[in-house]
């Protein structure tokens, strides 16, 4: 079994903070570039974060730059995005993904990635 799960979602009122994780199952993340899409209703889904486990090299969407943070801790085979100065128009699902290479500074499209997990929601209040 190969499997992504995500935790940590759920409601913050505007500038709040909420962590993210994403646990892989089945699979080391050693071979794989981790990233974070979010996909609101009535938006298409759209890349937030990676990290490239071959360099540690991350990117980060313009909207989230500076505000988002993504890490991963290699003992529990696990990805981190924390999330900082909260704003409505962050709220989605957000979803973790993997993906055997991206090239440095892309996400890439998502049907190029190989696991999905099942998402988590992310609600910002103001």
């Known amino acids: 079994q190969v499997q992504l799960v995500e935790s940590g979602g759920g409601l913050v009122q505007l500038g709040g903070s909420l962590r993210l994780s994403c646990a892989a199952r089945?699979?080391?993340?050693?071979?794989?570039?981790i990233g974070w899409f979010r996909q609101a209703p009535g938006k298409e889904r759209e890349g937030v974060s990676l990290?490239?486990?071959?360099?540690?090299?991350?990117y980060y969407a313009e909207s989230v730059k500076g505000r988002f943070t993504i890490s991963r801790d290699n003992a529990q085979n696990t990805v981190y995005l924390q999330m900082n100065s909260l704003k409505p128009e962050d709220t989605a699902v957000y979803f973790c993904a993997a993906d055997r290479w991206v090239e440095a500074g892309k996400m890439g499209v998502p049907d190029e990635y190989d696991y999905w997990g099942q998402g988590t929601q992310v609600t910002v209040s103001s």
């Open positions: 990290i490239r486990y071959s360099d540690g090299s991350t």
């Open positions: 089945g699979f080391t993340l050693d071979y794989y570039a």
